[in-house]
């Protein structure tokens, strides 16, 4: 076995144990095809007010410039489809934000990876990313083939749907690389006619700026009136064009315990939702990623609904 194909599987098998739905590697390069792409996203202003999007463009798209010398982009996803769900009759929250915030989840986790890393494998240089950084994320797992990019542009996976967080681990470590699967998203239009915010403005193309979780999230204005009585009952983020993805019929439930939602959040109704505290959102959200919108942020979105 060459050492390539040796640190390769070194890399594959710890992903798995350390939780990791699946591991995929390509190389790390200049991503010609997402280039223009983006260009065009920005341009048409489909970001709103996410201005830290049009920063580092460059960096965006060169891994090489994260981390010099970068040879191989290894893409992790990690599952976070609940075993349990908030009761139907309340404000909603998305999925990937009913437990701890992924965002330490992950970090901690890939600390681990690349210490296993020098351990076995020697001076290697590296960083680990999970959406906190400019990573184009969706195409690199498409690029190393663990999944392909839906029409809602959420990386898709066969036998496994779209519910899980995607990160990355760039290095200047040769390594076996994957090749890109297809699309079998087929003539299937369910994601597009369900938003109820026409949020995909064509097949593969999301006008972030109308998605029911920029609005929820990103917004810091308020929210508007245009968009009244479209939200379903979302409060924060957004799980629809997922939801309605036949693909997502295999989603099975994580084994991970801080993704776990708290039972006091699956158990909010409505008016417990209304009337929640500084206090409660404290104490409810500590280390959760729905703290992003702020307790203020909160009460705007479920008067927004509410009223």
Known sequence: MNTKHKHTELIKTEAKRLGFLSCGISKAEFLEEEAPRLEHWLTMNR??????MENHFDKRLDPTLLVPDAKSVVSLLLNYYPSEFQRDDTYKVSKYAYGTDYHFVIKDKLKEFLHFISE????VQ????VDSAPVLDKAWAAK??????????NLLTKQVGSFY???????????DYDSPVTDHCGACTACIDACPTQAIVEPYVVDGSKCISYYTIEL?????????????DWMFGCDICQDVC????????????LLQP????LSMNKKDWEEITQEVFQDLFQKSAVKRTKFSGLKRNIKFLKD
């Open 144 to 153: 190393s083939g663990l999944g392909w990019m839906g029409k809602h542009s």
């Open 165 to 175: 967080f995607i990160a990355e681990l760039i290095l200047d470590l040769e390594l």
């Open 126 to 129: 590296g960083r680990a990313f």
């Open 246 to 257: 036949p693909w997502n019929r295999f989603s099975k439930s994580h084994k991970e315990p």
């Open 262 to 265: 708290s039972p006091e959040l």
């Open 220 to 232: 810091k204005n308020e929210i508007p009136l245009s968009a009244k009585g479209q939200f379903e």
């Open 47 to 52: 970001h709103g007010e996410m201005g830290y």
């Open 120 to 123: 076995e494998i020697g001076e």
